[in-house]
């Protein structure tokens, strides 16, 4: 089964940890734009985390009928 969501997903969180590196790199670990990244990276991971969740017990649910 194809999850666009979690391709776009995958996508974004990528690319917010390129920006996260390069801005700690360019300035520092405790500047204001890092933490920023920092925070947003973790609330699209937490998202992201709970997609695969809800994914994973559909398939359980699913195999589950199909065994009876």
């Given at each position: ?56 017990t559909r398939e ?5 009928n199909e065994i009876?």
């Amino acid at each position: 089964m194809v999850y666009p969501e979690k391709d776009k997903l995958e996508y974004r969180i990528k690319k917010l940890r390129n920006e996260m590196i390069q801005s700690a790199a360019a300035t520092s670990f405790k500047s204001h734009r890092t933490i920023y990244y920092s925070q947003k990276l973790d609330k699209l991971i937490m998202i992201y985390q709970k997609l695969n969740y809800k994914k994973d017990t559909r398939e359980i649910v699913f195999n589950r009928n199909e065994i009876v």
